[in-house]
């Protein structure tokens, strides 16, 4: 992503929460730059809203703006997790990043993802990238230790748990390599 003077390379999402503390995400950013000694900084916000597509809604413009005030060079990122393709089988994921313009309106930016090539930087920011969403993981683990599992469905019991156990190799092993 090109902004100005701002060129975002990789972004690791540092929470999970409407409840969150700014104060806490750049305890959390510094504390992942001290573990892959390499400098992180916060450059925006991200959400998803599925049903309303990559378009901002005017409590998000409202909420970046705010948000702009503190970090003037932030970004806001827009998912769509798991859209039905025209293949039914087939989900994908879009993403969209937006700036708000002199005018106060959202002005998209040039967002593209593609795959970090490997070398030690990206081994870094994969790294950051699996301790961060350790978080997460604890509140999918805290949420399914919580379900009556007579009333869980089998079959999304038995597509999720594969996925977690990946998600979880994942983060012992960048645990691993920080050591």
């Known amino acids: 992503i090109i902004n100005e003077d701002v060129f975002i390379i990789s972004v690791i999402p540092l929470s999970s929460s409407a409840n969150f503390s700014i104060a806490e995400i750049q305890t959390k ?18 959400h998803s809203h599925n049903e309303l597509g990559l378009t901002l809604t005017e ?3 409202e909420f970046h703006l705010a948000f702009q005030a503190r970090f003037p060079n932030s970004i806001a990122f827009l998912t ?3 859209k ?23 002005v998209q930016l040039q ?21 961060a969403f350790d978080d997460i993981f604890e509140i999918v683990r805290e949420k399914l230790a919580s379900l009556d599992m ?9 597509l999720l748990q594969p996925y977690l156990n990946s998600i979880e190799l994942m983060i012992t092993s960048a645990e691993y390599l920080c050591l």
């Not at 393709?85 to 708000?100: E, H, I, L, N, Q």
């Not at 967002?111 to 699996?130: G, Q």
């Not at 007579?150 to 038995?158: C, I, K, W, Y």
């Open 29 to 46: 950013s510094e504390d992942l730059g001290r573990i892959i000694k390499s400098p992180l900084q916060i450059v925006g916000w991200y």
């Open 59 to 61: 409590e998000d413009v």
């Open 80 to 82: 769509l997790f798991g």
């Open 84 to 106: 039905t393709s025209t293949d039914p089988k087939v989900m994908t994921t879009s993403f969209g990043a937006f700036r708000c313009g002199l005018n106060d309106q959202p």
């Open 111 to 131: 967002c593209a993802v593609r795959p970090l090539k490997h070398n030690a930087s990206s081994d870094k920011f994969y790294t950051a990238s699996c301790i």
């Open 150 to 158: 007579t009333e869980v469905n089998e079959l999304d019991f038995g």
